[in-house]
């Protein structure tokens, strides 16, 4: 299957201070890539969906000026969590199709984001 | 609103029985079919896709679609403690990129 990599798999930010993830396409190139958010016990949530060159569409109630979204190359997209707050802790997982035919979605490591 | 729905379990079996998991949809323009296995504290990874209806057989595993039904089942044959993990059923609408994810069915596969 295609490799999506994503880092850092796991970090620990003060309240207040940004948290940078980089989601990257090894092996394709990613128009689209979907960012979710899972909490412990609970299945993925989608929070936006990536657009290369164009700007994210998010999903219903997240906030697009907290969760800031970069996409802008086929193989990058970054999410930032601006002025994190213990509640942002979560575990955050990118995914990506490699399209032409292939409609399975590969999904990156995960980043586990801890807001002290 | 899409709805995909599974039995969130635990689903307990000894190994070397045959674990059944299951998993129905709502939207009947879905057209692509996926199970994920995602162990804890890691990211789902695809184990097996089927977009027409019938049986698709994949080493132990064998994925079952009725479009009829809106059911899609996965099973696991020969079960090992190492299948223990949380099972993701996702659907997927013609034209779109975009999935919709079950809550999951926890797999306890006990020695």
């Known amino acids: 299957g295609a490799v999506v990599s994503q880092h850092p798999s796991w970090v620990i930010c003060k309240s207040g201070t940004s948290v940078k993830i980089e989601c990257r396409s090894l092996?394709?190139?990613?128009?689209?890539m979907f960012w979710y958010r899972q909490f412990p016990k609970q299945s993925l949530m989608l929070m936006a969906t990536s657009n290369e060159g164009s700007k994210a569409t998010y999903e219903q109630g997240v906030e697009k000026d907290k969760f800031l979204i970069n996409h802008a190359s086929l193989t990058l997209s970054t999410l930032t969590v601006t002025s994190a707050h213990p509640e942002d802790s979560s575990f955050y997982i990118c995914?990506?199709?490699?399209?032409?035919?292939?409609?399975?979605?590969?999904f990156g490591q995960g980043t586990r984001l801890t807001v002290v | 609103q899409k709805e995909v729905e599974q039995n969130s379990g635990p689903l307990s079996v000894p190994e070397g029985a045959i674990a059944s998991l299951n998993c129905t949809y709502s939207d009947r323009g879905s057209q692509s079919f996926f199970w994920y296995r995602q162990y804890s504290g890691k990211s789902p990874e695809l184990i097996m896709s089927i977009y027409s209806n019938g049986d698709k057989e994949d080493g132990r595993f064998t994925a079952q679609l009725n479009k009829a039904s809106q059911y899609v089942s996965l099973l696991i044959r020969d079960s090992q403690p190492s299948d223990s993990a949380t099972y993701l059923c996702a659907v997927k609408e013609a034209g779109s990129y975009q999935l919709t994810f079950g809550k999951g069915t926890k797999l306890s596969v006990i020695p």
């Open positions: 092996d394709f190139q990613a128009t689209t």
């Open positions: 995914s990506g199709q490699p399209g032409g035919g292939i409609t399975e979605a590969f």
